[in-house]
């Protein structure tokens, strides 16, 4: 597993929290131009450009205290801190005001609560993940970007073991309960066509992207639907925010 790969399995629920809310943002200002999450930076290699962040003593909160509740489920610091962590990185990527500390502090509660809902529903639905599913994970990833990653989010390797567990229990969650309907010849046509448009002649062959632009709108396809079950599981639940 290549370590932008982690990266892209750990931030799952964040990017999914932060398209909906930028998209909320932009409805909210009338500006059809924002409405649209913005895609984040990328390096010349094409991989998601990283920036650099860091979390002060101050903005943790302690571990044993609970900074949410979730249909009568507390969540405490120990979750918050790596959530806040990870927030802060994808606001800094997307381009947000990461410096804005109640904003982050929202938006991490926001992403917690989420977390909390879908692992409520991946339960009643008996999702499971086991424990040698989430060590091939770990053992997957190199020594030294495993060591890197565990130091930039400042997380233990049990934090990281629950965290892998939960984005997990989503993926199963969404192969198994969000069905997908098929993306259509001319739905990637006229995708393909909108790319040439925007990028000129350099994209390549029809054919020769017309498997990865399928993969493509279909995770978005299955994004839009977790997205829109989510707003369900929030309407239905019972939140408190204690911080």
């Given at each position: 597993?290549?370590?932008?790969?982690?990266?892209?399995?750990?931030?799952?629920?964040?990017?999914?929290?932060?398209?909906?809310?930028?998209?909320?943002?932009?409805?909210?200002?009338?500006?059809?131009?924002?409405?649209?999450?913005?895609?984040?930076?990328?390096?010349?290699?094409?991989?998601?450009?990283?920036?650099?962040?860091?979390?002060t003593?101050?903005?943790?909160?302690?571990?044993?205290?609970?900074?949410?509740?979730?249909?009568?489920?507390?969540?405490?610091?120990?979750?918050?801190?790596?959530?806040?962590?990870q927030?802060?990185?994808?606001?800094a990527?997307?381009?947000?005001?990461?410096?804005?500390?109640?904003?982050?502090?929202?938006?991490?509660?926001?992403?917690?609560?989420?977390?909390?809902?879908?692992?409520?529903?991946?339960?009643?639905?008996?999702?499971?993940?086991?424990?040698?599913?989430?060590?091939?994970?770990?053992?997957?990833?190199?020594?030294?970007?495993?060591?890197?990653?565990?130091?930039?989010?400042?997380?233990?390797?049990?934090?990281?073991?629950?965290?892998?567990?939960?984005?997990?229990?989503?993926?199963?969650?969404?192969?198994?309960?969000?069905?997908?309907?098929?993306?259509?010849?001319?739905?990637?046509?006229?995708?393909y066509?909108?790319?040439?448009?925007?990028?000129?002649?350099?994209?390549?062959?029809?054919?020769?992207?017309?498997?990865?632009?399928?993969?493509?709108?279909?995770?978005?396809?299955?994004?839009e639907?977790?997205?829109?079950?989510?707003?369900?599981?929030?309407e239905?639940?019972?939140?408190?925010?204690?911080?």
């Amino acid at each position: 597993m290549r370590f932008s790969h982690m990266k892209k399995l750990l931030l799952l629920i964040v990017a999914v929290g932060l398209a909906a809310v930028l998209v909320a943002c932009g409805d909210d200002e009338g500006n059809e131009e924002n409405a649209e999450a913005p895609e984040a930076p990328e390096s010349s290699d094409g991989e998601q450009a990283a920036q650099e962040f860091e979390v002060t003593e101050d903005e943790k909160v302690a571990e044993d205290e609970v900074v949410v509740t979730v249909n009568g489920k507390e969540v405490t610091g120990v979750k918050y801190n790596p959530v806040y962590a990870q927030t802060k990185m994808t606001m800094a990527n997307y381009g947000m005001d990461m410096n804005d500390r109640e904003l982050v502090k929202e938006q991490t509660i926001n992403e917690l609560v989420a977390q909390e809902l879908l692992k409520q529903e991946a339960e009643q639905k008996g999702i499971d993940v086991t424990e040698d599913e989430v060590q091939g994970e770990i053992d997957a990833i190199e020594e030294e970007e495993l060591e890197a990653y565990l130091e930039q989010m400042q997380l233990t390797e049990d934090q990281l073991k629950e965290q892998l567990t939960l984005n997990l229990t989503v993926n199963k969650y969404m192969e198994q309960e969000l069905t997908v309907e098929e993306v259509s010849d001319e739905e990637l046509k006229e995708t393909y066509d909108q790319l040439k448009e925007q990028n000129g002649e350099g994209i390549g062959e029809f054919e020769e992207l017309k498997d990865t632009l399928r993969q493509q709108l279909m995770q978005q396809k299955q994004t839009e639907l977790l997205q829109a079950k989510l707003e369900e599981l929030q309407e239905q639940a019972e939140v408190e925010t204690l911080i």
